[in-house]
């Protein structure tokens, strides 16, 4: 039986794209994507093993509200 091939991961490019406003809050507001972006870098960090995945995205949304 032949070994199954593992799919290769494509890096995340970070993007210059600005983060979404939300009209009713009246301030910044972390796009889904800048959130999956500093996600998936701390999975990179880790040498892309282990982990949490919701664990990293929390983290991630903490950041950058945070920042804002």
């Known amino acids: ?9 494509q ?3 970070a993007s ?4 979404t406003a939300d009209p009713n809050s009246g ?3 972390s796009s889904v994507e800048d959130i ?3 996600a998936h870098s701390y ?3 880790r040498g892309c093993q282990g ?3 919701d664990e ?3 983290r991630a949304e903490q950041q950058l509200r945070a920042n804002n």
Do not use: F, H, N, V
Request: a positive charge; hydrophobic letters at 40%; glycine letters at 6%.
């Open 36 to 38: 999956a972006l500093l």
């Open 43 to 45: 999975w990179q960090a």
């Open 56 to 58: 990293d995205w929390l």
């Open 16 to 19: 210059a794209k600005p983060s």
């Open 27 to 29: 301030g910044a507001k």
């Open 1 to 9: 039986m032949p070994t199954p091939r593992r799919a290769k991961i």
């Open 11 to 13: 890096p995340i490019k």
């Open 51 to 53: 982990g949490s995945p």
